[in-house]
């Protein structure tokens, strides 16, 4: 069976955090995030680069060549990291 066949036949997978499947979400550029997180783009690519769920397709590329690599970021995935970058205060200070 090749591999669009596989994926197919396979069953998405749920995301608890929303409920959905990540073939189905939404799926932001890093420019997109950038301008609403108000951030470079440079800045959400470094982010999201190697985070688990990000979308990316071509070319990391080595040291001397010039990287050409897309980045998709579900909806979740975005969420996920706003999370765990957003600065909780303790309301008794």
């Known amino acids: 069976m090749g591999a669009l066949e596989a994926m197919k036949q396979a069953t998405p997978r749920i995301d608890p955090e929303t409920g959905g499947s990540p073939l189905t979400e939404r799926h ?3 420019g997109e995030l950038a301008e609403m997180w108000n951030v470079s783009a440079d800045t959400i690519r470094r982010l999201f680069e190697r985070e ?3 979308l990316a397709i071509g070319d990391h590329g080595s040291g001397h060549k010039r990287r050409h690599l897309t980045l998709r970021i579900p909806e979740s995935v975005a969420q996920r990291v706003h999370r765990r970058l957003s600065v909780v205060r303790d309301s008794r200070q």
């Open 28 to 30: 932001y550029t890093p």
């Open 52 to 54: 688990p769920g990000v």
